[in-house]
């Protein structure tokens, strides 16, 4: 997909050494702005008239707790974030996502920042409705919980711009290190291509397993890790936050983002009517422009459309 985000932002400042500073994506420190110096807070006009209809898909449960609680773990920017100047007000795409539903759903929507690894867990075990943090919607993932299909991203390699290592495939990671964050389908990739590297008698990817993307992009820039490997627009943004320090390097493997919920929950069809109106009325669009990710959009959601 197209891999060109957010151009000339700044959200989390570089210490004196030139490492990106351990946390940005939680600090208060946090700033995203524009090239006219505006701040990206949330994609405006967002107002969105609940559908009766859509409202009485909703589990009885749900309907009757006026509320959509949803999943996020904000560390991964222009996705899902924190805002400047607080550790509890999450933006990015996903959130302004999960608003138009709440609204069109008749639900005041709550995102909450748990780690990505507890997502789908907390889901399976009914903690929250939803789970909206950039997921890939895979047939693994399928075992444990639904999805309905409403965006797409590829797989960007990143690395430091000086004496950095230039990979543009899977199989170019033998013999490399690379940093990841936990539970990710980077992660899947990486130890997979490790063990395919092994048996052709290449050396092994030394795969480092941050618990979140924060983590991962202090290894790269400390030197701990060559290379690193996330969702084709937030490694744009990664890239693009830092200074000249990180450059692009070529993506792979484009597939639907998903949002997730527990198996069976009742969730699927009235999510799946929504984002497809969402789609209809030009907010999901709006949305993707605003955030700028112009490859973002799908023609059809699907409930469960999983290509792998």
Request: net charge negative; glycine share 12%; aromatic share 6%.
């Amino acid at each position: 997909m197209n891999t060109r985000f957010l151009t000339a932002v700044a959200l989390c400042g570089v210490l004196a050494a030139g490492v990106i500073a351990a946390g940005c994506g939680s600090s208060n420190n946090n700033t995203s702005s524009t090239s006219s110096g505006g701040t990206l807070t949330a994609t405006p006009g967002i107002n969105v008239a609940a559908d009766s209809k859509i409202a009485g898909e909703l589990p009885a449960d749900v309907k009757s707790s006026g509320s959509l609680t949803v999943a996020a773990d904000a560390t991964y920017p222009p996705m899902e974030f924190y805002a400047k100047g607080d550790n509890s007000t999450v933006i990015g795409a996903d959130a302004d996502i999960a608003k138009a539903l709440g609204q069109i759903m008749g639900l005041k929507p709550s995102v909450q920042n748990v780690t990505f690894d507890s997502i789908i867990p907390g889901l399976a075990a009914g903690k929250y409705n939803l789970g909206m943090s950039s997921f890939t919607d895979t047939k693994e993932r399928e075992a444990t919980v639904d999805f309905v299909t409403y965006a797409q991203a590829g797989t960007s390699f990143y690395t430091k711009a000086s004496g950095g290592t230039d990979v543009a495939t899977l199989a170019d990671l033998c013999g490399h290190s690379v940093a990841v964050e936990k539970g990710t389908t980077q992660q899947t990739d990486a130890e997979g291509q490790s063990k395919k590297c092994q048996a052709a008698g290449s050396g092994a990817v030394d795969v480092q397993v941050l618990p979140d993307q924060n983590g991962a992009n202090l290894a790269i820039s400390s030197g701990r890790a060559e290379l690193g490997m996330a969702d084709s627009p937030v490694a744009a943004y990664i890239v693009q936050q830092s200074n000249g320090q990180f450059v692009l390097g070529k993506a792979y493997g484009v597939a639907p983002y998903g949002i997730a919920m527990q198996k069976n929950s009742g969730l699927t069809q009235p999510v799946l009517d929504a984002i497809t109106a969402l789609y209809a009325d030009g907010t999901m669009q709006k949305i993707f422009s605003y955030w700028q990710l112009p490859g973002a959009a799908i023609t059809t959601p699907k409930i469960d459309g999983a290509t792998s």
